[in-house]
């Protein structure tokens, strides 16, 4: 998830939102009764004190996680459409606030897992609140609210709780990697050995081409997947699946990570000061080759065809480099899967709620690519900065979406812990260049 | 507690335990009952979210402190009189060891909050089989067993236990002055405005005095108090009460905080890098001089006539230095103190159990001093350091005393959550100089 | 000069030089000694306790720069030539080299300034034995070795010279910041007051333009400039001078610098840290807002219609968004420049070496910019990254230009201490974004 | 020397000066002149470049040192007995203040070596325009300013330069180090090889004993010598001679840096954070167990007779324990010391000035220590705190004596840097248990 929509939510497209309504608002409910209850889903494996500690700075406890979606559709619909309504409790709205200046005075980040109070019981007290609430405003609200404030508040909010829900699992991840003992989440069967087919390559013929999200033309986005706007690529291949937890042990065993002319300098000083000599969930076994990883289904046996995870973009851009070839642009990577379906190894999907990459699909006929969506977010070569044109939305929910845009890089494409149906080809997630700790893997491209 | 101590355990004059050998095996069950029951009387008010934070690398979190007095019993005694038995879970004991290198390695001390498994609830289990072993053992052993083994390591244990009680408050304090929202941990009345009586003094002639535990002379002690020896003082005056909160604030209106002349220069350097302007707890409201103090009663009034709390070494000698005075010698306050009963505002006496210091009584006829004991820890001007002749004891239980004995300061007296009972003229804490989270205050002295 | 540059030395497109096989050797013998001696005489001011200090990491002495590109002569010609040459002394290479991984160990970067010896001197000496045998190598080569070796290496050595030129100037002026007596190392008289004209601005209808340095046309350039390539440009306008004083003073009378909805995220967060309020030269006079310039004419009075100089990209990007602009991108600022003369305020120019930005000219008919070139160098939008097809040359030389393509942004333009006939439109000068040490101001645009 | 007294200056007991009325004013001058040709003569084999670096915060440049001193006797004598008199220049007084608050602001100790003007040359004029002023004063003073300010200033004048003496060489050594072709400071044969005679002991029978300097007994001290008091030490034995490097390399060999049991908690903290593996200016020679030390006189083979050097007192405590043993109080020390003559390997002794500490000379009959002066500095067992009845003297020049007396430790002794005739028994040297740059090294002590 973008770490700016993340801690600030989304804002989207307004206007697209128009062109659909004449959707039944049971449909919605629906979709919010669907989104809410897999949030509390996804915490139920948990005890109230896996749900309380923040492991990190750059990381929330689930229980902050669950709460601060839930002031999100308290401080913009419900208090919005009923401006006398009180928050829940007093000093929630201190305490879940993520990075809405607008919206008042917050908890530092560094100190979310300070916040033993409330308990979990009462934040889930709050969200059923909340629930009965929106429930009820969702079938009673006057037609012009339901159109004009509601629908597309509520469409943007289960957007956000989506994005949380991915927080959740990921964050999660990082906490369950520091206690010795290797907790899992959830149990599974140990992945079958064998490598992946080899590698082969899709090609384009660059060209001036279209990219972002078109404002005008439906659907929903956040603001930074806008305006929509041309530009011209050269011809370049694109490799038709990722990099696999197999090559990455070659580039390994061939010094990957002893070879500073492999690095870009930052990275070198990165890689030398933090002690990297693997993916970040690796774990030796014994003192010889034999490597682990931990994951949400506990430390398992490395699959060699899965996509190698858990990489920074300077590993990545490392990689490619020994490997010869280069990351992929943004834009690169968007034009070819923008004739894709967005279909792959999603969260809360029956068929693919892996909760763990998996080894790509068999490549069909033609030479389209494989394994864009799902599986591992793919780092590019793009940092991340504004599209030409874009301007940040205007009021609270819009204020923070641009202040992200300097010192990360961009990743496309989802993993197999962002919800199904959340993603699409404009979508772009960010990380800074050192970060390891989301699903974050790699897909190779050269020029032609 | 003293640091060493409450990490690593104590250690106790063994001998002394023989003259006890009649003593009925039923009153060290009662005690191990009422012990190990007041542990659990104390977390009784918190949720298992609030037993599960570490507020900073110095404190732990209530569940970690609950969990390591069960494996010092069932490591130290109940491993050691069946060494066959297994421990209740083979990750405990790494996960609960303090800083015993003879007993395993052990989880880092800044990542125990990060133990979110055992749940609590796994903890409580894990005593209350403990406390059934320990029971069986008590009533059961055989007599070598027991006077041998068992009943002074359950003597130790207790008293181990009882520091582990302090510091659960103590750390939990820490832990709640972080939320915004100023948490009670128990409610009170607030205190009574009121200023204390003038200060008046204790004269002593000095002379060659005796300080130190008597390993010979029965009694329990840790191995930091001894060995007895003499010393020779020059003659000296020690303020018969401590200094009050309504004295600081004199110091502060006069500028206390912002004179380096009045500071040593590691200290001023403390005082500026951390932003002190009063002592920890207190609270300003609005831009005035009105301030209040949180505590384990959440947030209130200041009271002018209890003593300082929370104040470090620095400032406690700061003070000193305005008043003209200085701190006393931990020589010079033992000495004074060996002839007061061991009386005060202590944890778990129905009549003095109030977590927070409390104006001195009223003065007794002569001069001797009062509020000795209880209250507040006082800072003493004597860095910690071993006694001469000191020699740390054998084996695994000894090894980390004598380790802390360099860069931190002693306190005397006990406060007003050290558990009744546990306290002694002895008894030597210490705290590095710049430490301000425990309950600690002054008294002043003067050459006479 | 780009900081991979500075360190690494430069690298360029070799094959170009052949174009100019018939120049007279006397011209490069004259362009040698000229440069050599411009060197000197900018140290001629400075004491050798001046040229010995290393005011922080990023900066270098003097004595090391003039050492550096001593070691640089001697290694990449002299003794590429003269195989068996030894170095002047043999611990030279180790302590000058910079970043040269192919060319041995070196003195790390942060204790460059702890190497008092060899003297000034000794280094002044080490340079009047480079030059004689640069001067008979000139001279004598035999026409393969000139051609193939010492013309193309002499010309990139002389480049890279004339970047040190700059950074003992920069690097010079970071250390005397440092002094409470704010010393001059060039008197000069105060600027006139005055302010700007009015901004107006030029227009540029987009398209695809062709931007980087073009390998096969002739012409010297860094290996980052190329490979030339086509972009598509949106229409946009570039305004016609740079940011002035006066016009910052604006924007902090406005609260530039207290209000975060102005800033990126990351750039807040070093705004607060660093505690920033004004360009980082501005020193405030008594508690007003009268703020005087440090300079190396030292404290002046601020010209308000000068350049705003020593602002950070995160000021420079708060400032365009306070004024309802933006940053150009790298290749908006080249299309522009690339049709006019390379002229501006540089150093060791007669006309134009003022070592501190001036007033823009008189604007000319039609809409053309002024100040593209020289003054100050300007903030893009753009991130310093590879141009598409970008490979690094092979060989020490080429191995670290990009291994700096990550985290900073691009400048262009050069500045007042960049050395006269040094720079060209293509020119990608790169720092990071908090930087503030380099002459480094900006140019608003728009979206037309 | 002491760090307070290094940087604030000394003061002394007074009234103790008045006893020497009659002394000559003419060997006052020969005084005069011999300790700052002295110092002169110490700055002879440095450069301007050797004299501007400051290698760390703790440390400063010998340009300073030489012009701090000089600041001492224009602010202190020279514009007291002449108020009106300017400084030399007016940025001297801001730039060369060491700590002292009530002589204005000053440079920060971290920036000291920022100060590259004045020139070296600049600050040696300074010396001498000062020095011919004082000749003219101490020639022509009436006898009320010479007897009431000028001899006792000047006495404490000169102390103070001596203590700069040693710190010129001591910063000095620490800054070669870092360069990494070792420069020597003054050649000097190879020691000899061979192992010290076996240790044996001195007895004390201890009791009441007085230490301190008695300020009603003529000579000199500074402020934290006194008062002079009773103490009751235990029996004890003193090493007769110092630790040595071939007994400190089979504390090596026996894993004296790889076992925390040996190690201080803090201690062992600093080593691990650290890396320490041998005494600060060993250095290895290849992979095996073979070192050299680096000294003033450059990089030489380890003399196993010589005293160990440059270790921490952490480092001295766990050698004590490993051995068996422990330090000496402070107490102990000089009350073993008070009975000998103050004589030794000191600075400027032509018989003993070697710059480097040296094998202990043959014992004498008896079981009297050698050693005990010069050589090496020996850390105590002691914290440095105030003596009983301690009060800082008034004014300025006392401000700072008692501001350093937390935190550190005792050494005493001198060393072979010390100048000659600057020691005695009373003196007390203080340095954090960390340092390891000053000439630092050990004597065992044990309970008798």
Not at 31 to 40: K, P
Not at 153 to 179: K, R, W
Request: glycine content about 8%; charged content about 25%; proline content about 10%.
């Amino acid at each position: 998830m973008p770490e700016a929509i993340r801690d600030a939510g989304p804002t989207h497209a307004g206007p697209a939102a128009e062109d659909r309504a004449t959707e039944d608002r049971d449909v919605w409910r629906a979709r919010w009764r669907a989104v809410r209850g897999f949030s509390e889903a996804l915490a139920a494996p948990l005890s109230p004190e896996d749900m309380q500690v923040q492991s990190r700075t750059e990381c929330s406890p689930t229980k902050w996680h669950l709460a601060h979606v839930t002031w999100f559709f308290e401080t913009f619909i419900l208090r919005e459409v009923f401006p006398t309504r009180p928050p829940f409790r007093t000093d929630f709205p201190y305490l879940f606030n993520s990075y809405y200046e607008g919206a008042g005075p917050r908890q530092p980040r560094p100190q979310r897992g300070m916040i033993t109070r409330p308990a979990v019981s009462e934040v889930m007290a709050w969200r059923a609140a909340v629930d009965a609430a929106m429930d009820g405003l969702i079938a009673h609200a006057d037609d012009a609210t339901w159109t004009g404030t509601v629908r597309p508040l509520l469409e943007l909010g289960l957007s956000h709780e989506q994005q949380h829900q991915e927080l959740v699992l990921m964050d999660l991840l990082d906490l369950f990697a520091l206690h010795p003992s290797a907790p899992v989440y959830r149990a599974a069967e140990p992945p079958p050995a064998g490598e992946a087919a080899p590698l082969t390559w899709h090609r384009h013929p660059g060209g001036i081409v279209a990219v972002g999200h078109d404002a005008g033309g439906g659907g929903v986005a956040f603001d930074n997947e806008g305006p929509r706007h041309e530009v011209l690529l050269r011809p370049f291949r694109l490799a038709r699946r990722c990099v696999t937890n197999g090559e990455w042990r070659e580039f390994m065993v061939d010094g990957g990570y002893s070879r500073p002319d492999l690095w870009l300098m930052d990275g070198w000083a990165a890689a030398q000061r933090e002690g990297w000599e693997a993916p970040r969930t690796w774990r030796r076994q014994g003192d010889g080759d034999d490597w682990r990883a931990f994951g949400l289904h506990g430390l398992q046996p490395l699959d060699p065809a899965a996509p190698v995870c858990h990489v920074s973009f300077y590993e990545a851009d490392a990689y490619a480099r020994w490997a010869g070839a280069r990351l992929p642009t943004e834009e690169e990577w968007e034009v070819v899967a923008a004739d894709l379906p967005v279909a792959g190894r999603f969260l809360n999907d029956p068929a693919t709620d892996l909760l763990t990459p998996r080894p790509a699909p068999p490549a069909e006929a033609g030479d389209a690519p494989v394994q864009m969506f799902g599986d591992v977010w793919e780092w590019t070569a793009s940092p991340y900065r504004p599209y030409p044109g874009y301007r940040p939305p205007a009021g609270t929910l819009g204020e923070y979406n641009g202040k992200f845009m300097s010192n990360q890089m961009v990743l496309r494409g989802g993993c197999c812990i962002t919800p199904a149906g959340h993603l699409r080809a404009t979508y772009r997630n960010f990380f800074y260049p050192h970060d390891r700790w989301a699903f974050s893997g790699l897909r190779l491209a050269e020029d032609d």
